[in-house]
């Protein structure tokens, strides 16, 4: 299992380039399902969830060209085939973002059968408001043996209210909704910039969509769409955790190939703590931190509010932040699985229900850590930046997940950071 080494200390300075977002790509790639005809995406991270999704859409019958060398960030998807309309639980259990085709094959193919997602690292992440909209459209949903099914000769379309905000609930049921009999009104939907995303590829097929973006989403379903090209949008996750390394290691980041309209919130909270955030471009941020950072509050929230998908690296920041700050998570029950690992590299950090309180600035200490999901593993590299000597992070699997060369990436603008197969335990600071 691959594991990487990091040895802190290193300002970051120079140009760092944002890959395109994963969780766009998700929704994306299970779009193609809705027609017969080709879906071509560009700028599509190369990450794991991407392979993974590839698999899942060729185990239903599709044909999913990912592309080598210059072009390796394209992929073209036909669906011409779904001989097997179905996610299985080796596929699901491993990404449960596979949840997003059920809306797009009920609508397709007019059944479903996917493996109901069992617990997660983050939460107990059900998909019940998929399944109550789905309901809502027509299908008649059953459930036995761990698997979901879904039937409808075709979706109707339906007045939608989301009972709580979610993101791959919205975009699943968008999804649906597009090749439905008549109007669905969505209300109390995900704002977030994937949504807008998806919904851009939607309408490139042919999809009638008003209002994507917004917390009310109409469509008026046509009988078919036809194949597109669309250009995936940046990560705002990835360049995020770039600002925070920029701010965390004291150093002069310029952070390219991002959208710094979806990045205010993490923005404002990192211009809080005393970092200098300058808004180059449109597609450009620079980030420096000259001076010690001070605490700040944060509380995670749909978007626009701070993204609960950079609490983690967030609170690798706080632990050199002079002061009191406290996190709170509202999205997840469970994401905190990063404190322990943080506490174990000298953190000072308490956690009550969904907050922790976080006391700085504490200088690190190198440690062998364990990685236990993307965001996570995210905060131990930025903590692993500036800690004091060599710290080996277990189980990167989970990074690769989301991040694409990350080592690569933060080499470049001069971390110390080594992707190892197979090491001895972490040396302490200051031997050789
Ligand atoms: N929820 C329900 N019922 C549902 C759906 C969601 O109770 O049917 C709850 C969840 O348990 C959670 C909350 O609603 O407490 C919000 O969950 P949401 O559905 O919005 O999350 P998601 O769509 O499963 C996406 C991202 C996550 C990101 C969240 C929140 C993708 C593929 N995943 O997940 O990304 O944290 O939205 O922004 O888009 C990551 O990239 O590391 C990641 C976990």
Same mark, same amino acid.
């Given at each position: ?272 703590? *005393? +970092?200098?955030?300058? $808004?180059? #471009? ?6 420096? /931190?000259?001076?010690?950072?001070? &605490? !700040? ?48 590299? *000298? +953190?000072?950090?308490? $956690?009550? #229900? ?6 700085? /600035?504490?200088?690190?200490?190198? &440690? !062998? ?64």
């Amino acid at each position: 299992m691959d594991k990487y080494v990091i040895r802190g200390g290193n300002p970051l300075v120079g140009t760092i380039r944002v890959s395109g977002a994963k969780n766009s790509a998700l929704p994306c790639m299970a779009a193609a399902i809705l027609t017969e005809d080709e879906v071509t995406l560009e700028n599509l991270p190369q990450v794991r969830d991407i392979e993974t999704e590839r698999k899942l859409l060729e185990s239903m019958g599709a044909a999913v060209q990912l592309e080598n060398g210059d072009a390796r960030h394209r992929t073209t998807i036909c669906c011409r085939t779904l001989s097997e309309p179905e996610a299985k639980y080796e596929i699901v259990k491993t990404m449960r973002a596979s949840s997003l085709v059920l809306g797009p094959l009920v609508a397709r193919a007019g059944m479903a059968r996917v493996a109901m997602p069992g617990g997660c690292a983050i939460g107990g992440r059900p998909i019940d408001l998929h399944l109550k909209g789905l309901e809502k459209m027509g299908a008649r949903i059953t459930q036995e043996h761990g698997y979901i099914e879904a039937r409808a000769e075709r979706l109707k379309g339906a007045h939608l209210v989301f009972d709580r905000i979610t993101v791959t609930g919205t975009e699943d049921l968008l999804m649906a909704a597009v090749l439905a009999e008549g109007e669905t009104l969505m209300e109390n939907c995900a704002r977030e910039p994937e949504v807008s995303d998806l919904a851009a590829l939607l309408t490139a097929m042919g999809a009638k969509i008003e209002g994507a973006g917004t917390s009310t989403i109409r469509v008026a379903g046509v009988e078919r769409l036809r194949g597109a090209r669309h250009r995936i949008h940046p990560d705002r996750i990835e360049a995020g955790t770039f600002l925070v390394a920029g701010a965390i290691t004291g150093g002069d980041l310029i952070v390219t190939n991002c959208d710094p309209g979806h990045l205010s919130a993490v923005m404002e909270k990192l211009r809080e703590t *005393g +970092a200098r955030v300058d $808004v180059l #471009g449109p597609d450009t941020i620079r980030v420096r /931190a000259e001076k010690r950072l001070y &605490a !700040a509050d944060v509380s995670t929230e749909e978007y626009p509010g701070f993204p609960t998908d950079m609490q983690a690296q967030y609170m690798a920041l706080a632990t050199q932040a002079k002061g009191v700050s406290l996190v709170k998570e509202n999205i997840f029950e469970n994401r905190f699985m990063h404190v322990q690992e943080l506490v174990r590299m *000298g +953190a000072n950090i308490k $956690v009550d #229900g969904h907050t922790a309180t976080v006391r700085g /600035a504490t200088q690190l200490s190198a &440690a !062998a850590v364990m990685c236990s999901d993307l965001r996570a593993s995210a905060s131990l590299v930025l903590a692993a930046l500036v800690a004091d000597g060599e710290s080996i992070l277990d189980r990167v699997y989970h990074m690769d997940r989301g991040y694409e060369r990350i080592e690569e990436k933060l080499a470049g603008v001069g971390a110390q950071i080594q992707r190892m197969g197979n090491i001895f335990p972490a040396r302490p600071a200051g031997q050789p």
